[in-house]
């Protein structure tokens, strides 16, 4: 579905935000089976948390190119691993936030059953393998993790890390993979503001981020939050949209500045 996902989001960039039925099917016919039409291919994209919406007339919206990037949900999270592999290794724990106008509106944490806790990783997040007897197994805590997340902006600390492991072992539970649009707070702080370094725990520091317990899903997750609360305090007047602040935290030097002269 990956291919899905980037191919849509840049055909919807290139149509303003919106595709007719044609300029879609094409798209999704280009991945479909056996046992897939282009109307399938939609319900999988919602379920996958991809913020794809049909309007009356029988268009499609990509609904972050629309939506205020104040007003968007934002689902914060960090994961906590017994190994680095999504193919060799799995969660322990995860904690997230939901977000939205700068306000926590929901919340998920738990532990994930594990049989097998290295020393090491007890010693950097101190999850003791007597946390992990009786919690929720891998699938039940991955399904409510996709509950949760809906279709609010994956994002994340590092979030290629959490995304790719996550997203890893949804497909290893069949749970498809995260359409989810994704955002990094260290690329965001990147271009946001000056720091020695980006890395959470310098930033902990730097911000005076209180209460924190580093490397502790839910704890690392309130502290991403917070360096996004930090970014969001200058980012530039032409970013608008959710789909604005998305490209922007990616954008090169040269780019910000072709936007802010033409904005000016």
């Known amino acids: 579905m990956q291919k899905v996902f980037d191919e849509l989001t840049t055909a919807f960039r290139k149509h303003k935000g919106m595709l007719n039925e044609e300029q879609y099917t094409d798209i999704a016919q280009r991945h479909t089976t056996l046992l897939e039409d282009s109307n399938t291919i939609f319900l999988l994209l919602q379920a996958s948390g991809y913020p794809i919406a049909q309007t009356e007339d029988g268009r499609y919206r990509l609904e972050t190119f629309f939506t205020p990037y104040r007003d968007q949900k934002y689902c914060v999270i960090d994961i906590e691993t017994n190994g680095s592999k999504p193919g060799t290794s799995q969660v322990i724990e995860i904690g997230a936030i939901m977000v939205q106008n700068g306000?926590?509106?929901?919340?998920?944490?738990?532990?994930?059953?594990?049989?097998?806790?290295?020393?090491?990783?007890?010693?950097?997040?101190?999850?003791?393998?007597?946390?992990?007897?009786?919690?929720?197994?891998?699938?039940?805590?991955?399904?409510?993790?996709?509950?949760?997340?809906?279709?609010?902006?994956?994002?994340?600390?590092?979030?290629?890390?959490?995304?790719?492991?996550?997203?890893?072992?949804?497909?290893?539970?069949?749970?498809?993979?995260?359409?989810?649009?994704?955002?990094?707070?260290?690329?965001?702080?990147?271009?946001?503001?000056?720091?020695?370094?980006?890395?959470?725990?310098?930033?902990?520091?730097?911000?005076?981020?209180?209460?924190?317990?580093?490397?502790?899903?839910?704890?690392?997750?309130?502290?991403?939050?917070?360096?996004?609360?930090?970014?969001?305090?200058?980012?530039?007047?032409?970013?608008?949209?959710?789909?604005?602040?998305?490209?922007?935290?990616t954008s090169s030097r040269k780019e910000r500045t072709q936007k802010k002269k033409l904005n000016t």
């Not at 409510?144 to 890893?168: K, P, Q, T, W």
């Not at 502290?223 to 608008?240: D, R």
């Open 103 to 249: 306000k926590v509106i929901d919340q998920y944490e738990t532990f994930v059953e594990c049989a097998y806790l290295p020393e090491y990783i007890t010693k950097i997040t101190g999850i003791e393998p007597e946390d992990l007897i009786g919690a929720p197994s891998r699938k039940e805590a991955l399904i409510g993790l996709r509950h949760f997340m809906e279709d609010a902006i994956f994002v994340a600390h590092n979030a290629n890390f959490d995304y790719s492991f996550l997203n890893a072992s949804f497909n290893r539970f069949g749970l498809g993979g995260i359409g989810n649009p994704k955002l990094c707070t260290i690329d965001l702080a990147r271009r946001t503001f000056e720091s020695e370094r980006y890395g959470l725990a310098y930033l902990i520091d730097s911000l005076e981020i209180e209460t924190a317990t580093h490397h502790r899903a839910f704890s690392d997750a309130v502290c991403a939050n917070k360096v996004m609360e930090k970014s969001l305090e200058n980012i530039p007047e032409y970013v608008k949209s959710a789909d604005d602040l998305i490209r922007f935290s």
